[in-house]
């Protein structure tokens, strides 16, 4: 019977594994290890990370996975997240397949959520594809209110959904960018992020980016 048990967990915990791929809950500060700061002020603040700075003629505050965790063979992937804007600032979003960003070179695909308090109050979802918009829809925005990105990314199409009603189906024609890391872009913003999952035909279970979760379940395993 305890045999039987051991490879039911063994088999339950390798399934949990494939299904986890890249997650980051960031409810372990050794998460941030993980991450490569390009701009701003990052850290993570109550189990979230937390994205901050004025950025007057740079490329963002921003913010990407490290190349200690991230392999450029994953190419075709979808992502999840958690993200709200705080206080009367800005914007939020996600780059993908970035490779650069500097102030007069910045090489990725963004997909955000616009605030825009200063002027004329904006507010819309944009897609961007390399230095041109391809998408734009107002919608209504609130600050300190959790909003669910997902984006699908396979070959050179790209779907942006926002609290899972589909905004964008956007396409690069030249195929600007075909790999690059995933990671958060703010402009003159303070923001924070939770709950991020990548998941990929390429990308494996991850046990080190799943911090906490996958810890508990072996310590379950080592106590049965």
Not at 95 to 107: L, M, T
Not at 125 to 142: L, R, S, V
Not at 174 to 179: I, L, M, Q
């Amino acid at each position: 019977m305890e045999r039987l048990l051991g490879i039911t967990l063994i088999l339950t915990l390798t399934s949990l594994l494939v299904a986890w791929s890249l997650s980051y809950d960031f409810e372990d500060k050794n998460q941030f290890d993980d991450w490569k700061v390009i701009q701003g002020m990052w850290s993570i603040i109550d189990g979230e990370l937390d994205g901050t700075g004025p950025q007057a003629g740079q490329p963002g505050v921003m913010i990407v996975l490290s190349n200690k965790v991230w392999d450029d063979n994953w190419k075709d992937y979808t992502v999840e997240f958690r993200a709200k804007i705080l206080e009367d600032t800005e914007d939020t979003g996600i780059v993908f397949r970035w490779q650069k960003a500097e102030p007069n070179d910045r090489r990725y695909y963004l997909y955000r959520i616009d605030n825009w308090p200063r002027g004329f109050k904006q507010k819309q979802a944009e897609g961007w594809i390399t230095d041109k918009m391809q998408g734009q829809k107002k919608i209504d925005i609130e600050s300190n209110i959790w909003y669910k990105f997902k984006l699908e990314v396979v070959g050179n199409e790209f779907n942006c959904y926002l609290d899972d009603e589909l905004m964008f189906e956007l396409k690069d024609e030249k195929k600007t960018y075909s790999k690059g890391r995933v990671g958060f872009r703010m402009w003159n913003s303070h923001a924070r992020y939770d709950d991020l999952s990548i998941v990929g035909p390429d990308i494996p279970g991850s046990a080190v980016s799943s911090y906490g979760k996958l810890a508990a379940t072996w310590g379950q395993i080592k106590t049965q």
